[in-house]
């Protein structure tokens, strides 16, 4: 498989509070990303919303495999 890497800095608001985020692979990012869908939509719609990207995949997709090319 491929490695993924990210650089990215992620500053997000709410009427609540704030948070700075700073992901390195694709599995941060997501949590990062869930957990702010947790907090903008509850459990229940975040769920459905996350649904919908898995519903574009079969279910045995096995990810982006290395080529070996660059």
Known sequence: M???SIE???KAK???GHSAY?????????????D???KELG???AQS??????????ADYPGVVDSGRE
């Open 43 to 45: 459990t229940q719609a």
């Open 14 to 16: 709410w009427a609540q």
């Open 22 to 34: 700073s992901p390195g692979s694709p599995e941060e990012l997501a949590i990062i990303g869930i």
């Open 8 to 10: 990215a800095d992620i």
């Open 49 to 58: 919303f996350i649904a919908q990207v898995f519903e574009k995949y079969p």
């Open 36 to 38: 702010l869908l947790v």
């Open 2 to 4: 491929t490695t993924v």
